[in-house]
Nanobody
């Protein structure tokens, strides 16, 4: 059973940075495609970015150039570095995993999810 646990959320001012981490069970982070999604207040869950086992990455247009996904295979973690944060980035951020190679943007493509971590950006 794949288990994912996010950490690193919090409150930050606009323009600031946060780094989220997703700790995965077994060798999930090194062999699975990992992704980050977010769900803002009153909004649907949306794709933020993802990375496959070849370290190919894909980002949503709204975060490209500000957010970076990376993987630490030794620690079996995937991180989301978020810079130049905006109030509209406020959301619960979720880590997700799938066993295939392609980084899909749809939530239904990911069978494994973490519990989420809150990110709040104040203006």
């Amino acid at each position: 059973q794949v288990q994912l646990v996010e950490s690193g959320g919090g409150l930050v001012q606009a323009g600031g940075s946060l780094r989220l981490s997703c700790a995965a069970s077994e060798r999930t982070a090194s062999s699975y495609t990992m992704a980050w999604f977010r769900q803002g207040p009153g909004k649907e869950r949306e794709f933020v970015g993802g990375i496959n086992r070849s370290d190919d990455t894909l980002y949503a247009r709204s975060v490209k150039g500000r957010f970076t996904i990376s993987r630490d295979n030794a620690k079996n973690t995937v991180s989301l570095q978020m810079n130049t944060l905006k109030p509209e980035d406020t959301a619960v951020y979720y880590c997700a995993a799938r066993s295939g190679f392609i980084v899909y943007t749809g939530i239904n493509e990911y069978p494994y999810w973490g519990q989420g971590t809150q990110v709040t950006v104040s203006s």
